[in-house]
């Protein structure tokens, strides 16, 4: 069974930058498109970016574009997100999710397309 597992969120002031890593069992992982989503109290889930498998092929939410970046390395089964400038607007639990279908992409992510998510890592933004 896969599984995916956050880690990276913590404390930052306004202005700070923040990694997160997600470490996905399994070794289907170039496989498939990976995504970050996030969820702030009493809000629902947001996309934030998504990569293909194939390539650099990227997605950001407007809200984030500029001041994250996502990539992966395959070889170590391992999808990122470098958060950069953050607000405090960005608070919230960070998930990152496996695409519920090997080599598919779609241009916006939403969270219906994928089915397999982590805990969530929790990223604080103090002003």
């Known amino acids: 069974q896969v599984q995916l597992v956050e880690s990276g969120g913590g404390l930052v002031q306004a202005g700070g930058s923040l990694r997160l890593a997600c470490a996905v069992s399994?070794?289907?992982?170039?496989?498939?498109?990976m995504a970050w989503f996030r969820q702030a109290p009493g809000k629902g889930r947001e996309s934030v970016a998504a990569?293909?498998?194939?390539?650099?092929?990227?997605y950001y939410a407007q809200s984030v574009q500029g001041r994250f970046n996502v990539s992966r390395d395959n070889a170590a089964n391992t999808l990122y997100l470098q958060l950069n400038s953050l607000k405090p607007e960005d608070t919230a639990v960070y998930y990152c999710?496996?695409?519920?279908?090997?080599?598919?992409?779609?241009?916006?992510?939403?969270?219906?397309?994928?089915?397999?998510w982590g805990r969530g890592t929790q990223v604080t933004v103090s002003s």
């Open positions: 990569i293909s498998w194939f390539g650099p092929t990227t």
């Open positions: 399994g070794r289907t992982f170039s496989d498939y498109a």
């Open positions: 999710a496996r695409n519920r279908r090997a080599w598919t992409w779609k241009k916006i992510a939403r969270p219906d397309d994928y089915d397999v």
